[in-house]
């Protein structure tokens, strides 16, 4: 009996650990936005969205989204200039059908680079590199088969 409760286990913690990422990416991203409004709403406040805070990406023009991202950043609420966003930018959601990654970045920039390879830039504070803040950092994230690879 006791080997079967580790044959039980060993089934079910695979399952366990990627159960966060089976969420949908358009179910992730409304629990994103109506976390956003509650946080906002809870520091007295009413978020007002700018309408770029969601970018989608089409790597190959086949009319499916490969790649959805939400900025912080460009969010605004009313009750706090700071609630979402700091010296070391805002939180970035990255999210694909297969991988869900976030961090903070001060901005970000999708690119194709070297062999077309679908790439994330991100800006982040200076003592991501181990430097002071005002310093510029960079990292890049690779996207393969819906992975992210850095």
């Known amino acids: ?54 970018a989608r990406y089409d790597f190959d023009n086949d009319g499916s989204i490969d790649l959805t991202i939400l900025n912080e950043l460009e969010y605004n609420c009313s009750s706090s200039a700071s609630l979402f966003k700091g010296t070391a930018g805002a939180v970035v959601h990255l999210m694909t059908d297969v991988d869900y990654s976030y961090g903070y970045a001060r901005q970000y920039e999708y690119i194709k680079a070297f062999n077309d390879v679908p790439t994330i830039l991100l800006y982040l504070h200076g003592t991501s590199c181990g430097e002071v803040g005002l310093v510029p950092c960079l990292s890049a994230i690779s996207i393969h088969n819906g992975r992210f690879v850095n």
């Open 1 to 54: 009996m006791g080997s079967l409760k580790y044959l039980i286990l060993f089934f079910l913690l695979p399952s366990m650990a990627v159960a966060e990422q089976m969420i949908s990416v358009q179910d992730r991203l409304d629990s994103l936005l109506t976390e956003a409004h509650e946080s906002c709403e809870d520091d007295g406040g009413v978020l007002k969205l700018s309408g770029d805070e969601v």
